[in-house]
């Protein structure tokens, strides 16, 4: 399955898109078992709903785990960024006011 988006780094939100075109296959493959008749028709269906349903299990533990990784590294960084405030509180607020600044420009267009 090819992935149609990519985040900005490069891990997080292509997990949506690929459960979104498995439920697609899914309603596909029904829609088709629904057209034919008979519990050959029936069995296939049942195969393919388990098959895309596994898949969905996998890619939700998945970013059930690079969440988890995101989040520790946000915490990391958070760490490091109030080290550098404390060190140079001035520097900070600074760039605190620069971006209140251009954020309160932009707002105003």
Same mark, same amino acid.
């Given at each position: ?35 034919? $008749?008979?519990?050959?028709? #029936? ?5 393919? +709903?388990?098959? *895309? /349903?596994?898949? !969905?299990?996998? @890619? ?19 760490? $490091?960024?109030?080290?550098? #405030? ?5 520097? +900070?607020?600074? *760039? /605190?006011?620069? !971006?209140?600044? @251009? ?7």
């Amino acid at each position: 399955m090819a992935k149609t988006s990519k985040d900005t780094f490069g891990y997080l939100g292509t997990e949506r898109m690929e459960v979104r075109e498995l439920l697609g296959q899914l309603a596909t493959a029904l829609e088709e078992m629904a057209k034919a $008749e008979g519990a050959e028709a #029936i069995k296939t269906a049942r195969e393919t +709903a388990r098959r *895309l /349903a596994r898949e !969905a299990e996998s @890619l939700v533990d998945d970013f059930a785990a690079k969440a988890e990784d995101a989040k520790t590294a946000a915490s990391e960084h958070r760490d $490091e960024l109030e080290g550098l #405030i404390r060190e140079r509180p001035w520097v +900070a607020l600074s *760039l /605190a006011a620069a !971006a209140g600044f @251009l954020l309160a420009t932009l707002v105003r267009r």
